[in-house]
């Protein structure tokens, strides 16, 4: 029977890199214990976890998986309180995106999305809750404003994002009254990897958002960690780190 960590503990999917090592970062800042999720990006993820471990000896676990594989949630959650005795939040944040137009989408895409970006989180949400009902805890999803909105040539992705808003909502409801459970709607904050977006459209954006400029992952990490350690009195709810750009399309 392992010993319970003095500190929170927190399981990050999607943490080695981007948005993810910015949340992170940011809790092990204040003071939680990590359970850094990653999938390929292993080197990235043993450079984020020497970088805590130097700050804080014994307050990481690295955890590799493949989301898409049906036993992943349960073994990442398992081998989390395996290893520090509990689990006091769980932070969805793995994602995949790419295009599907209508008329080229395939069965294969449509599976990559909704595994990583609807499946995954309900499953990981399911086997985390008996922990997180035992330390009073909580759950963040990370969305997308494009779960609200449509994004064009992107439909299974919006459709696979608005499940996990869903999600979030009714998990609010059925895990209530010990877990809460609240999502973060991201918009321009890192432009894609694996998708050419143009300076002009960049621009266009930007142009569209009323705070005028992209935002950071550490915007994004802030409004984790107010969910997971300070909104008390807040469940369901969908916080939009956009710069109001949801409020001006």
Request: net charge negative.
């Amino acid at each position: 029977m392992p010993v319970a960590s003095p500190s929170p503990v927190v399981l990050v999917t999607g943490a080695a890199r981007r948005i993810g090592a910015a949340i992170a970062r940011h809790l092990h800042a204040q003071g939680y214990a990590i359970a850094l999720h990653y999938r390929d990006s292993e080197n990235d993820a043993i450079a984020l976890r020497d970088t805590l471990e130097a700050t804080r000896p014994g307050s990481t676990l690295l955890l590799q998986a493949d989301l898409a594989q049906h036993d992943a949630a349960e073994s990442l959650v398992a081998r989390t309180v395996e290893h520090f005795g509990r689990l006091d939040g769980l932070v969805n944040n793995a994602s995949t995106f790419f295009p599907t137009p209508i008329g080229s989408a395939t069965q294969g895409q449509w599976s990559t999305l909704f595994d990583a970006n609807a499946r995954a989180p309900f499953f990981l949400a399911q086997a985390a809750a008996p922990h997180l009902r035992a330390r009073q805890g909580s759950i963040v999803n990370i969305t997308d404003i494009y779960g609200e909105r449509p994004l064009r040539d992107h439909s299974a992705y919006c459709m696979c994002k608005a499940a996990l808003l869903m999600m979030t909502r009714s998990l609010a409801l059925e895990l209530a009254p010990d877990v809460r459970v609240n999502a973060v709607a991201p918009g321009a904050i890192l432009w894609p990897e694996h998708e050419v977006v143009d300076g002009a459209r960049q621009a266009a954006i930007v142009a569209r958002t009323p705070l005028a400029r992209t935002g950071t992952p550490e915007d994004i990490a802030e409004a984790v960690y107010w969910l997971l350690a300070s909104a008390r009195f807040t469940t369901g709810e969908v916080v939009h780190v956009d710069g109001g750009r949801l409020l001006a399309n």
